[in-house]
Structures are given as C-alpha cells and as structure tokens.
C-alpha cells in the first residue's frame, strides 16, 4: 500500500507539472497576441494622428488642359498636396482632351482625385448631364463627388434668371440621381448672389473661388450659414513653372474623406 500511495503521489507531481507548462504556454501566447493587438492599434493611431493631427486644413490644386501633362511631373513630397480635381466637360459636346490621363494619373500617383463639368446656361440640362456622367463612369467612392462649375462664364444674358435656375437645378437632380451622390457646386460671391440666391442651391456643398490672403473666403449670401467645403484661394500656385489653381479643403484628411463617403 505504501508504494501504491508514492506511485499515486509521483503521477500527481507529473499531471500539476504538465497543466503549469501548459498554463505558462497559453499565457505566452495569450501576451503575444496582446503584443500583436497593441503593435496594430498603435499602427493604426499613428496613421490617424498622421492625417489629422493639428491639421486644421488640407490642399490641392484644380487643372484643365492647360496645364498640360503636369500630373506626371508631380511629386507629393515636394508640393504636399492630397488632392486635384481636373475638368472633365463642358456643355453637351466637349471634354476636355488631358481628361482620361489627368483622372487615371492623379488616381495612379496617389492623390484623391475629383472631376467638374463646366456648366453652360443656354444648353439642354439633360443633354449636358450625359455628357458628364460619360466621362466620369469610372468614379468610385473614393473620388470627391461631382462637381458642376456655375461662374460667370456659364451665363448667357438672354436667358431669365428664373429659367437658368430651373435648368440648373435640373443637372444637378439628374447628376445626383444617377451617381447616387451629392454633387458639389463652384462658383464665385456675384455669380452666387445673383443666380444660386434660394436654399435649393445651398443643399448642396460649396467650392467657392474668392481670391484673398484672409484666412476665411467671403461667401454667396444662401451659404453665408452652411459654410464652405473647398475654397479656390488663388490662381497663381506655381508647380513646375506652371500656374495652377490652388484650392483648400476645410478640414483634415480624415475630414475629407469623411466628407467623400457622406456624399
């Protein structure tokens, strides 16, 4: 019996010896997994803090044709731009020719990219809005809603003011429609006083263009409450002895890509 009670005692020893290596190894993997947990939330807050920061505003620039092929010349360390909305139409025909290498290469070098259709008042909404929508296809999620430019340029005289609101209102309901997104709207403070004057304007999100070294841009009277989301501050930004538009978003990259994914 005496050797009975060792032999109990020694499988005893044994079975609490191999449950405390077991314990210690699910402990090790458990803090290892812990580690692992840590090291990817760290990650994830120093991008976070990498994007928002202090930052209080972020900036971009706007090109057409005449800058030419410019986006491939662009470096973002240098110019520390995040984003560049270039021109895709114009009224029912016309789109610009450095359109499908600006929208693929402004994507492709890592900017978030946006795309606006120069509005013309004295042509067809529908028509122009199909312009539109043909060439911007390809716009994701990602990209910054679509936007119609509404300036001076796009006004013909003969045309009541009544009718250009109605027509205008018009593109952006079946732009909206169609993307399933808000479209944004570029203008300047007279153009906006006179023509986008009723609420039904001020829905949408303002690019406004006010040139002025004041660090908030002046604003048509409806959004004088909703505020601006893209400021066109000047048209003199120098980037490869070329000469852009250089515009501000109000906010932070998070912001912005906040504002992109709620429009």
Not at 28 to 44: G, I, L, P, Q, R
Not at 81 to 105: H, Q, R, S, V
Request: proline content about 3%; some cysteine; glycine content about 4%.
């Amino acid at each position: 019996m005496k050797q009975f009670y060792i032999i109990v005692a020694l499988i005893g020893l044994l079975s609490s010896s191999c449950q405390s290596n077991t314990s210690k190894k699910e402990t090790k993997k458990a803090t290892e997994k812990d580690k692992n947990t840590e090291v990817s939330k760290s990650e994830d807050d120093s991008i976070n803090n990498k994007e928002s920061g202090a930052v209080k505003h972020i900036y971009g620039i706007d090109i057409s044709q005449y800058q030419g092929d410019e986006v491939d010349l662009m470096s973002r360390k240098k110019d520390s731009l995040k984003f560049i909305i270039c021109k895709a139409t114009e009224g029912i025909t016309y789109t610009d020719p450095n359109f499908d290498n600006n929208w693929k290469m402004i994507s492709e070098n890592g900017y978030i990219r946006g795309a606006y259709h120069f509005y013309r008042s004295n042509d067809d909404a529908q028509s122009q809005a199909d312009n539109y929508l043909n060439a911007i296809a390809s716009i994701k999620k990602t990209d910054i809603p679509p936007i119609v430019d509404f300036e001076e340029g796009s006004i013909v005289d003969s045309q009541s003011t009544a009718d250009i609101q109605t027509n205008l209102l018009k593109f952006l309901n079946i732009i909206e429609k169609q993307t399933n997104r808000t479209p944004m709207i570029y203008t300047d403070i007279n153009t906006g006083n006179k023509y986008l004057d009723s609420s039904d304007f001020s829905n949408y999100p303002l690019w406004i263009a006010n040139y002025t070294d004041a660090k908030q841009p002046d604003l048509p009277n409806a959004w004088k409450d909703k505020g601006w989301y893209f400021w066109q501050q000047s048209d003199d930004y120098n980037i490869n002895s070329t000469i852009n538009d250089f515009d501000i978003f109000n906010g932070n990259l998070i912001d912005l890509k906040a504002f992109i994914k709620t429009h």
